[in-house]
């Protein structure tokens, strides 16, 4: 991986995107930047569009405690918080890796070893609300607390619906609709066989209708290193190749990865990774969104004067064959 330049913790990447389909929507990103943050064992991030600030969650490595970490665009520090109540929740690791902003100061975090989404908000300067106290809506129930549960969350600001994903064994894609928190309940559907895309495993799930980009899903796989955009049938319509951030996020080879994904309200793409059991660094990386140019009113003119000609050309050639 080549660096442009390097100064203040901003490393801007030389490197653009690779799409497998030119057509689609992550054609049109590009690297921007990569900054490290302090926030250890990055697991989701959430982008906050009354704030426009970046809430970024740890992984399993602080016993019953959850840390929260948020920045600002560049990758700059505001605040840490810390969550109570995370190991009791889990009834195992305490295992925070989807995240997700709903409104009004609200955060929904899917924790992954229960299979379960709880409403989480500042309760002060340095914390936010105990596991124990949060609302909760239970997801999926296969009678196991392992590592293989909910990885991702996303809120349809639309719908107010949300999606999440299940990292493996198996690979699951899950609608949630008429979310009540307060009473635990909620209808939850698979929209589509998720398995069917061929990714390795899932990492975290964004919706494109949030930033005003179509209705199609953004897929993270960060064992494959790859984003998808999906159809809501589940087609594959383009990809954003990853695979040139490998020193960056595993520099050991320790199985460092992507586990984060969230798009701010001007379509740019912020990721966050977790390296694995590597030298505990964990990084913020931002895709721009380089929305497609819009020819002029006189090209347009000169578009339908050429489309014009080709037609009586072709109408010339008939009658010419037809003599």
Request: negative net charge; proline residues 3%; contains cysteine.
């Amino acid at each position: 991986m080549k660096t442009s330049l390097m100064r203040a913790g901003v490393a801007v990447l030389a490197f653009t995107s690779v799409s497998a389909n030119a057509a689609g929507l992550l054609g049109n990103y590009t690297a921007a930047g990569a900054w490290k943050i302090d926030t250890q064992e990055a697991s989701a991030v959430a982008f906050n569009w009354d704030t426009r600030t970046l809430m970024v969650t740890n992984d399993e490595e602080h016993g019953d405690l959850a840390y929260f970490g948020e920045y600002d665009l560049d990758g700059g520090k505001i605040a840490s918080y810390t969550v109570p109540g995370c190991q009791s929740f889990s009834k195992s690791k305490c295992d925070p890796e989807g995240l997700t902003y709903i409104g009004d100061g609200k955060y929904v975090v899917g924790e992954e070893r229960p299979r379960g989404i709880a409403v989480l908000e500042k309760t002060s300067a340095t914390t936010l609300t105990n596991f124990a106290d949060a609302d909760t809506i239970k997801v999926y129930d296969d009678g196991k607390f392992d590592n293989s549960g909910l990885e991702g969350v996303a809120f349809e600001r639309s719908t107010g619906d949300f999606f999440a994903v299940k990292e493996t064994s198996p690979e699951l894609i899950w609608r949630i609709t008429d979310a009540d928190f307060g009473a635990g309940t909620a209808t939850v559907t698979n929209p589509f066989n998720i398995a069917s895309l061929g990714l390795a495993t899932l990492s975290d799930i964004a919706v494109l209708s949030n930033s005003g980009l179509g209705d199609n899903l953004l897929i993270l796989s960060g064992t494959s290193r790859v984003i998808y955009e999906v159809t809501r049938a589940g087609a594959l319509v383009s990809q954003f190749d990853l695979s040139g951030y490998g020193s960056l996020i595993d520099p050991t080879g320790a199985g460092g990865k992507f586990e984060g994904l969230t798009l701010d309200d001007q379509g740019n793409i912020y990721l966050v990774s977790d390296d694995g059991d590597g030298p505990n660094q964990s990084y913020l990386v931002k895709l721009q969104y380089n929305a497609p140019s819009v020819p002029e009113p006189a090209t347009w003119a000169m578009m339908v004067a050429g489309f014009g000609l080709v037609g009586v050309a072709a109408r010339r050639r008939n009658r010419a064959a037809i003599a």
